[in-house]
């Protein structure tokens, strides 16, 4: 297995396999870029090579792999042709297997990975797993089986044509546990999943993590790197979910698709102040808030609702409870959608005290909204409704936070620094 200069692994009864930090790391550092062991886009209309959105061109043998290139195309053929033939082969004898796809994706290009000591440690979880789930997972196996069984002799699946559909149930509940998401840092969009056995599924959750997850423009690679300063032997950590999403939706999340409740002091404190939102008395506002957030789900009179909503949820929850993080998130992006550039500004402002308390400092997500701000102030620059210096200080934070965690060449860490250059031309700031 890959060694790494900054971690170590460890195993302990309660975490499990986990890696601790072999010495101090400062903040900014990056702690190791791990190559994909695979890679499978989210959905057909994505490049299996570089995971860009296009249908340029598609496999002409299996007929359900697209490229945004030839390039990208021959570049992915040596990672391909196995899962060509299993593709083809399965979906010859299953017309209409569209649903299952993905998952057989995944286990054709971890099967002839699977003696590597990486993905053989990694846990399957199999026991917690729901019945419905293991039966799902059995279907898939028992199609892929079967397709398997019936290649010839001269396939390069040769020897795989004798496997037991339990083994790729194994398999299946393996990559469940331990595949990554690979998102667009900006959008949070869904662009595929990989595994990454060595680093990556390594690292244990927390909702206030040390470190962070990014992937490298234009590939697979993820990138692990340090939110703050980290000492000697200390365990390294990611959140595995949104660490503003409401304290009930995080654990609900962790537990059903990872089998483990968090108890990290975001949560202690936010468990507090949701039974402390539950009286008899409450339960009537509370019902109040779930009507006025259906209607602004439903962009019923943004400007009206939204104050109303804001007002009751601040005599229920404290001013920075992701409940009033999540409402202004949602009138954020109604007022993105109909270019309320001033609104939008606004509300982003109001978002940035809850953002800062609920995520790591040099969050991402952090870094982000602040290049958010400097894009919706330069629109609105001629009202005067943002002070040059005010700008000036959103657009250093942008670039400062992007530029640690996704590295100077990233397009946006560029762009920001680009924003600063206008702001300070534009004001004459130094």
Not at 4 to 19: E, I, M, N, P
Not at 277 to 304: G, H, P
Not at 330 to 340: C, S, T
Request: proline share 4%; glycine share 4%; hydrophobic share 40%.
């Amino acid at each position: 297995m890959q060694e790494w200069k900054y971690t170590a692994v460890v195993v302990d009864a309660t975490k499990g396999r986990h890696l601790v930090s072999k010495a101090f790391i400062k903040a900014g550092q990056v702690l190791g870029i791990e190559a994909a062991s695979f890679a499978v886009p989210s959905t057909e209309t994505r490049c299996a090579r570089c995971l860009a959105h296009s249908k340029a061109s598609r496999c002409s043998r299996c007929k359900h792999v697209f490229y945004c290139s030839q390039k990208c195309q021959k570049n992915d053929w040596n990672d391909h042709k196995l899962e060509c033939a299993l593709i083809a082969a399965v979906t010859d004898a299953t017309p209409g297997l569209a649903s299952n796809l993905r998952t057989i994706r995944q286990v054709a290009r971890v099967m002839p990975l699977l003696q590597l000591d990486s993905i053989q440690s990694l846990v399957s979880n199999r026991d917690y797993f729901e019945d419905a789930a293991i039966s799902a997972f059995g279907s898939s196996a028992l199609l892929i089986a079967s397709a398997l069984a019936r290649l010839p002799d001269s396939s390069p699946w040769a020897h795989f044509k004798s496997i037991d559909p339990d083994t790729l149930v194994n398999v299946m509940c393996r990559l469940a546990c331990n595949a990554v998401g690979i998102v667009d840092v900006e959008g949070q969009i869904d662009c595929g999943v990989g595994l990454y056995p060595s680093l990556i599924a390594l690292v244990n959750h927390s909702c206030v993590p040390n470190c962070a997850v990014t992937f490298e423009p234009g590939s697979h690679s993820a990138r692990l790197v340090a939110l703050k300063d980290i000492e000697l032997g200390e365990d390294i950590s990611v959140s595995y979910v949104d660490s503003a999403e409401p304290w009930m939706a995080r654990q609900g999340d962790l537990k059903r698709r990872y089998f483990f409740t968090c108890t990290c002091l975001l949560c202690k404190r936010q468990k507090m102040e949701e039974n402390a939102a539950k009286s008899e008395s409450q339960k009537s506002a509370i019902a109040a808030m779930e009507k006025l957030e259906m209607a602004l789900t439903n962009q019923q009179d943004v400007e009206s609702i939204a104050p109303k909503l804001l007002q009751l949820q601040l005599q229920q929850y404290p001013p920075l409870s992701p409940h009033i993080l999540k409402s202004r998130q949602k009138l954020y992006n109604l007022a993105l959608e109909k270019q309320m550039w001033l609104l939008a500004l606004s509300v982003s402002r109001d978002m940035m005290p809850a953002m800062a308390d609920l995520y790591p400092q040099n969050s991402p997500n952090i870094g982000l909204q602040y290049l958010a701000m400097t894009r919706l102030s330069m629109l609105v620059i001629e009202t005067g409704a943002v002070k040059p210096r005010e700008l000036l200080g959103w657009v250093e934070k942008a670039m400062g936070v992007l530029n640690m965690t996704l590295g100077r060449e990233h397009p946006l860490t560029q762009e920001a620094c680009a924003k600063r250059e206008e702001v300070c031309a534009m004001f004459r700031l130094g």
